[in-house]
T-cell receptor, first 116, second 109 residues
Framework: EAGVVQSPRYKIIEKKQPVAFWCNPISGHNTLYWYLQNLGQGPELLIRYENEEAVDDSQLPKDRFSAERLKGVDSTLKIQPAELGDSAVYLC??????????????FGAGSRLTVL | AQRVTQPEKLLSVFKGAPVELKCNYSYSGSPELFWYVQYSRQRLQLLLR??SRESIKGFTADLNKGETSFHLKKPFAQEEDSAMYYCALNAGGWDNLFFGTGTRLTVIP
């Protein structure tokens, strides 16, 4: 079991450039989360999917951030255009497998974004 | 609104000493509380959840609804316990998981 897979692990871009992060959740996990983690802070939810439906995107800055989970499996988080303040770690997590329980999240390794 | 407070950003204890990482929450309903841990160069992972009432790696945490706390305790700290610890609150059902700001525990040999 590879766990939750995220790519890229690291990304450095200049401000105003676009960036995209990809997440492959654990097989069978219907719930997928994108979290933002700033330095010295805990993870903060950006968006939660139940299968392909975004059931909570209230914290997603929709002017520049977008996400999709078209087939209810993989997900992509995009920022366009990126700003300096977007530098952070973007965490993907999944939940819902019978072995772990509905509310137990399994996290990926994260994608660290640096905006110059 | 839901909130999780971890008052200590940094906590250092000597090996073999007891350790307590504090967590207080704010939620009017029936919460589900978790402790997640992130060891150096590893991903964030579940340590324990209050409904399991388990002891994981010697750690325990009791939900105190009167004090709205879920402190993490271990009687004898080990060097391998050095990590970042996050308390998290699930405000019912399939709702979102709210994290505290974390406490970095350092166990001094």
């Amino acid at each position: 079991e590879a766990g939750v897979v995220q790519s890229p692990r690291y990304k450095i871009i200049e401000k105003k450039q676009p960036v995209a992060f990809w997440c492959n959740p654990i097989s069978g996990h219907n719930t997928l989360y994108w979290y933002l983690q700033n330095l010295g802070q805990g993870p903060e939810l950006l968006i939660r999917y139940e299968n392909e439906e975004a059931v909570d995107d209230s914290q997603l800055p929709k002017d520049r951030f977008s996400a999709e989970r078209l087939k209810g499996v993989d997900s992509t988080l995009k920022i366009q255009p990126a700003e300096l303040g977007d530098s952070a770690v973007y965490l993907c997590a999944s939940a819902g497998g019978s072995s772990s329980g509905a509310n137990v999240l399994t996290f990926g390794a994260g994608s660290r974004l640096t905006v110059l | 609104a839901q909130r999780v407070t971890q008052p200590e950003k940094l906590l250092s204890v000597f090996k073999g000493a007891p350790v307590e990482l504090k967590c207080n929450y704010s939620y009017s309903g029936s919460p589900e509380l978790f402790w997640y841990v992130q060891y150096s160069r590893q991903r964030l992972q579940l340590l324990l959840r209050h409904i399991s009432r388990e002891s994981i790696k010697g750690f325990t945490a009791d939900l105190n609804k009167g004090e709205t706390s879920f402190h993490l305790k271990k009687p004898f700290a080990q060097e391998e316990d050095s990590a970042m610890y996050y308390c998290a609150l699930n405000a019912g059902g399939w709702d979102n998981l709210f994290f505290g700001t974390g406490t970095r525990l350092t166990v001094i040999p």
